[in-house]
């Protein structure tokens, strides 16, 4: 199959070099199916850079989120992997949102926001609840800088109540969450698909 389009999976798991992570499992999956479905993918473990704290699109000196950014720009769809820590998703996470926070004064050549066109997914993994708040919380946050969020754009899995279990540890993927998966790569490589050749109008 031809890959046409280009996917990057930002996994915010706290953990980092080549430590096994549930999110950075489920972010493979979900590029998976985005490879099936044509688009051509590759992960980035935030952890393992030196992302400043601050809401500019470069901080400066020992800063490695604009190599980061240059990633997100250059790809059609953003996977979003987090795991779920009391609740919420990781700081990691939510320092990838704050570093975001910059695009929303960036602009393209004709005035639109500069990441206006891209497809935005969510992956959350945990031992305990809080994936439903913590999907609407991300979709808020990437739709607000211009991402674009498909029909069922999010996947996640839970471990049983007060059965603390790993993701990655699982014998399979349980049935729902691959069905799910694969309606995310699906929807979001045919809306990718769409807004390349259909940009939003410009102001």
């Given at each position: ?60 000196p020992g800063d490695e989120w ?20 009391v609740g919420h998703p990781s ?113």
């Amino acid at each position: 199959m031809t890959h046409d389009l280009s996917a990057l999976a930002l996994v915010c798991s706290l953990k980092s070099g080549s430590e096994p992570s549930s999110s950075e499992v489920m972010a493979q999956q979900v590029l998976d199916a985005l490879r099936d479905e044509g688009v051509a993918g590759e992960t980035v473990r935030v952890a393992d850079h030196h992302v400043l704290p601050g809401t500019a699109a470069d901080m400066g000196p020992g800063d490695e989120w604009p190599q980061i950014r240059r990633r997100i720009h250059d790809a059609d769809v953003l996977v979003f992997a987090t795991p779920t820590w009391v609740g919420h998703p990781s700081s990691i996470a939510q320092r990838v949102l704050e570093r975001l926070d910059a695009e929303l004064s960036e602009t393209d050549d004709e005035g639109r926001p500069s990441l206006y066109g891209k497809v935005a997914v969510v992956a959350v993994v945990g031992n305990e609840d809080g994936a439903h708040k913590i999907v609407a919380d991300v979709f808020q946050a990437l739709n607000d800088m211009g991402l674009t969020i498909p029909a069922n754009g999010c996947t996640y899995w839970n471990s049983e109540a007060m059965n603390p279990r790993d993701y990655k540890d699982l014998d399979g993927t349980p049935d729902a969450v691959a069905a799910t998966i694969a309606a995310v790569g699906r929807n979001a490589a045919h809306l990718a698909r769409v807004l390349s050749t259909q940009q939003y109008p410009a102001g």
